[in-house]
């Protein structure tokens, strides 16, 4: 069973920062393309950011030039660094490889950004 376990939300303002973290068990997980996924209440899940093996990098147009996505392969590890939030960034925050295996969502991390 593979675990995606999410970490380093919480509460900021707006134009504030945090950084996430995901921490995969997986042991493909330096070959497979990761990514950030994001649900905001009454919304569908969206795509935030992905980053393929080789550190290839693309992103969602609502968070282009604010958000990072990055990656540690030999932790296991993939992170997201959120500056300049949004009150519209407000979600919770999933990691999962892309395209997503349904099986591996985990619990997710909760970012709220209030104004």
């Known amino acids: 069973q593979v675990q995606l376990v999410e970490s380093g939300g919480g509460l900021v303002q707006a134009g504030g920062s945090l950084r996430l973290s995901c921490a995969a068990t997986?042991?493909?997980?330096?070959?497979?393309?990761m990514a950030w996924y994001r649900q905001a209440p009454g919304k569908q899940r969206e795509l935030v950011a992905a980053?393929?093996?080789?550190?290839?990098?693309n992103y969602g147009d609502a968070v282009k030039g604010r958000f990072t996505i990055s990656r540690d392969n030999a932790k296991k590890t993939v992170y997201l660094q959120m500056n300049g939030l949004k009150p519209e960034d407000t979600a919770v925050y999933y990691c999962?490889?892309?395209?997503?295996?349904?099986?591996?969502w985990g619990q997710g991390t909760q970012v709220t950004v209030s104004s």
């Open positions: 999962n490889s892309r395209p997503y295996r349904a099986q591996d």
């Open positions: 997986r042991i493909t997980f330096s070959l497979d393309t």
């Open positions: 980053i393929a093996s080789g550190g290839i990098t």
